[in-house]
C-alpha cells in the first residue's frame, strides 16, 4: 500500500530555512541578542535569540482580557485595569507582556533595529493570528494584515518601518499584508497624552491611504499596545471603510 505524506508548502519553506540556516550558522555563527552566546539548533530562522533567553520572555498564556488581552488571574472576563472602561469593539492579542527581557528584546528590535527579530516575532505571532482566523472559521489567505503606520518624520529621517517588516515576515506563514492607513505628519505622540484623549487624538493622527482596495477581513498588526486607543482608532476608520476588523495582533502589552 503507498502512503501519501501531505507537506503544507510553508511547512516545505520551513525545512528549507532551516536547512539554510544550519549551513549559515557553520559559515556565520549568530549571537543572541540578550546574552551573547552562539546560538545553534533553533526552531526559527535567521535565530538572533537562545533558547534560555527566549524562555525567560514573559508569554501571555490561558484566559485573556476581553478588552486588553493581557492575562487574567483570578478576574473574570475583564482584568482590574479595564473594569471602568472596558468595551470588546476589537479583540487585541498581544503575544508578550512588555516588562524584563521583553522589554530588552523591544528595544532592540525597536531602537537598535535588529530586523531580524521580525522573524523570530512573526513565528510567535503566526500561531495567534491563525487561532483567530480559525475561530472565524477563516483560512490566513481569507485575511489582509494591516500593519499601524509608523510616523512619518520618523521614515524621513531613515528608520525602518518595523510593524511593516513584521508583516513581511508573516508571509512566510500565508499571511498577505496591505498598507491601506497613513498618518499625518507631526500628530501628537499618544504617549504624552492622558489615557481618555488618546482615542480622539489617534482619530485626528490616522486616516485611509486610499478608499479602494479595502480588503473586506482586517487582522490589524502593531509592535506595541498601551491603552489600545490607536489601534481601536484604526479599527474604527476601517469599519467605516466598510471592512470587518476581527482582531489586533500585537507583539507586546505595555
Ligand atoms: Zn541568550
Ligand atoms: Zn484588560
Redo the contacts with the bound molecule.
Sequence with gaps: MRVYFYMPKFAIECHLKNLLATSLQILLPQR?V??D?LIRDTAWFPAP??E??ASRLEEIVGQRCASCGRALISEERFCMECRETACEDLRIMPVFMYRGAVAVLMHHYKVRERRSLATYFAFKLAPLIISVCATSGLQPCDVSLVPIPSRPEKLRAGKRDLVAALAIALSAWGFKSIQVLARHSNSVQQKTLARTDRFTNALQAYYLASSAGIPQKIILLDDVVTTGATLRACADILRGAGAEVLAAAVIAAD
Excluded: N, P, R
Aim: proline share 0%.
Design positions: 543572541c540578550l546574552c552566546t535569540l537562545c534560555t533567553c
